[in-house]
């Protein structure tokens, strides 16, 4: 890349930087030493605010980069992604907003803990929050490095490395100083940024095709060099037993996990009703609906007008399509407008990235300091203490995943964030519904859930094509390749429920009837809520 793309881009980064260093620095004056407003930002926040910052940390860099680019390459299967993710979140607004906004009060182990024994509980779901977090922040992370670094024209080892701890320092500076007030703010603008972004790229790609939408698909067919199988099923999932499999197991796993999403259930407690939250998820579903209709026009575009040979010489995995796309849409290279252009698209990634990582590191280091912390101790940690703890975890948590990041740079970034769906989906969603609507469900039965969907997906990962046994693994050279699927949420996700049912079916403990009258009049009218 050119260096007045270079330039250009890093001087609009740098402007993002410096805006969001500045809202943290504004916001660490006021008084952070409560937990509630280090983790829920004092529940001030708006629903069209908390909708924003829930489309902020929900459209990542897999979202804008990773499903443009499988679109790009793949056609049709490239839009299992959008849809996924789109999908999900009616089992959000339907099964879990507005009673865990009145269930809990900064994470997922306050819900199931409602009417279980807290200890075990709470280790197991702060466990398994921690697990989530860190593998979605390996995904961004790769994003940083191999995405960012190659946008910007640093593709040496050096660069990459130099940009994964650079994004890891910043997240902890936005985390430790802000806590949710300020990674909220960031989330907003990063949003607003994304979706402005996507809107004029869509808005070029369909001024360019005369906004004839048939035109543009044929046109992408006819590049990708696979007629009209690129308009239909099958080109990249179709192919055998296997793969077909394993499409229904990132779909369950897309569907699913988005519910178990620790960062995303965080945000639910930003606000101050539970009516406000399931406002909160309409604003976020008609944001999130948009951007990803957008994606599958920013996909096909980048077939139609880049091409899939061009976009897979650039980046074997399709992430630079969207960039491509930009470059060609302003003029090509050399010309003024597909510089500017190229340079908005590298700046928002990098905010994309900045700004999803903040709030993922903010839900993990409330999980270790309220939950882990507070449960390991024998007496009952103060407020205080306790986001002093969290302040420190997220400085470890950031540590982790810049070392894992650097270890998986040559993983796909949509397909890194699709197993973190699933291990959400496994382990943290049996148990939320379990809690929730089952009026047997006892300690044991939420211990076993957790560590029952928790454990088999982490292992199946293991001894899966992604770790070993194939050029594309993350050891290529060793094979211990014992599970034939990418994604393990087909197996993983049954086991989770099955654990569930297990443990409380087992149990010598006899199920609190009080205590899940109590939640569930809590849960559904929102008396004695938090």
């Known amino acids: 890349m050119s260096g007045d793309h270079q330039t250009l881009a890093l001087l609009l980064f740098s402007t993002f930087v410096a805006v969001t260093l500045g809202i943290t620095t504004w916001v660490s004056r006021h008084r952070q030493g409560s937990a509630e407003e280090f983790y829920a930002g004092g529940r001030l926040f708006s629903p069209m605010e908390n909708g924003f910052a829930i489309a902020g940390d929900y459209m990542s860099a897999a979202s804008f980069l990773g499903i443009s680019g499988l679109i790009a ?14 999908v999900a979140w009616l089992v959000v607004l339907f099964l879990v907003a507005e009673l865990v906004r009145n269930c809990g009060r ?3 182990a306050d819900v199931v803990a409602a009417r279980m024994r807290e200890r075990p509980v709470r280790i197991a779901a702060g466990t398994s929050s921690v697990t989530v977090s860190v593998l979605y922040l390996v995904a961004q992370m790769v994003g940083a490095g191999s995405l960012v670094a190659l946008l910007l024209g640093g593709t040496t080892e050096a660069a990459r490395t130099w940009t994964v701890i650079g994004v890891g320092a910043l997240m902890v500076v936005y985390v430790s100083l802000g806590g ?9 603008v990063k949003a607003v940024l994304l979706l402005g972004g996507t809107v004029a790229l869509t808005t070029l790609v369909l001024v360019r095709f005369h906004g004839d939408f048939d035109r543009l698909l044929r046109t992408a067919a006819e590049r990708s060099g696979h007629g009209e199988a690129f308009l239909a099923p099958g080109l990249a999932y179709g192919g055998d037993w296997t793969s077909r499999l394993d499409f229904i197991s990132l779909g369950l796993a897309l569907v699913l996990g988005t519910a178990g999403l620790p960062h995303i259930l965080s945000r639910f407690y930003t606000v101050p009703t539970a009516r406000a939250a399931r406002r909160s998820v309409v604003w976020s579903i008609g944001l999130i609906g ?24 650039s980046n074997a995995a399709g992430n630079t399509a969207v960039p491509l796309l930009a470059l060609d849409l302003g003029g090509g290279a050399g010309s003024t407008g597909g510089t500017v252009l190229f340079a908005v698209v590298a700046a928002i990634a990098f905010a994309t ?24 101790r024998r007496r009952r940690a103060e407020p205080r203490s306790e986001v002093a703890v969290a302040r420190a975890a997220a400085v470890g948590i950031g540590a982790v995943a810049i070392g894992l990041g650097l270890l998986a740079r040559d993983l796909n970034v949509a397909f890194l964030v699709g197993l ?17 609507f089952w009026r047997g469900f006892t300690t044991r039965g939420a211990v076993w859930s957790v560590y029952g969907g928790l454990v088999p997906a982490v292992v199946l990962v293991l001894l899966s094509p992604v770790v070993s046994g194939s050029p594309q693994s993350l050891f290529p050279d060793v094979d211990f390749q014992y599970f034939p699927l990418q994604n393990p949420g087909l197996v993983s996700v049954p086991l989770g429920f099955l654990a569930g049912w297990l443990g409380t079916v087992t149990s010598p403990e006899l199920p609190d009837e009080a205590k899940h009258a109590e939640t569930e009049v809590r849960s559904l009218t929102g008396a004695g809520a938090v």
């Open 73 to 86: 390459l793949y056609g049709y299967d490239g839009m299992l992604y959008s849809v996924g993710f789109l």
């Open 353 to 376: 990235i900045l700004a999803v990582v903040a709030g993922i590191t903010l839900a993990s280091s409330a999980s270790v300091a309220h939950d882990l912390y507070a449960s390991l």
């Open 180 to 188: 949710m007030r300020a990674t909220t703010w960031i989330q907003i």
């Open 290 to 313: 948009g951007f990803y209709l957008m994606t599958i026009v920013l996909g096909f575009g980048a077939a139609a007008l880049v091409g899939p040979d061009a976009v897979r010489a």
């Open 420 to 436: 973190a769906f699933a291990v959400a989906a496994s382990a943290n969603l049996p148990v939320l519904l379990y809690s929730l």
């Open 106 to 108: 900064f994470t997922l």
